[in-house]
């Protein structure tokens, strides 16, 4: 069973590839406050159907080049349009 995770397209400048932005909420060890962190990934597009801003569901897949490792399955949310 593949990882997937749930995040939003930042970039899709590159020909077939999207740079994707997932945050997660930690806790502080210490002064146990709750904090985000982001993560991005790269992840194949082929048919480039996502925009800036759309939300999306990767999942992980073989290596596809030397940082891309994930692809996207599905577009949960379309980005509004300014």
Request: hydrophobic share 35%; with cysteine; charged share 30%.
């Amino acid at each position: 069973m593949a990882r997937t995770m749930t995040g939003t397209v930042v970039s899709n400048s590159m020909d077939k590839t999207v740079t994707v932005a997932v945050d997660r909420v930690k806790m502080h060890r210490i002064y146990q406050k709750r904090y985000t962190a982001t993560s991005t990934f790269l992840a194949h597009d082929g048919d480039e159907a996502c925009n800036k801003g759309d939300r999306v569901v990767i999942e992980e897949t073989r290596p596809l080049s030397k940082r891309k490792r994930w692809q996207v399955k599905s577009i949960v949310e379309k980005a509004q349009l300014a």
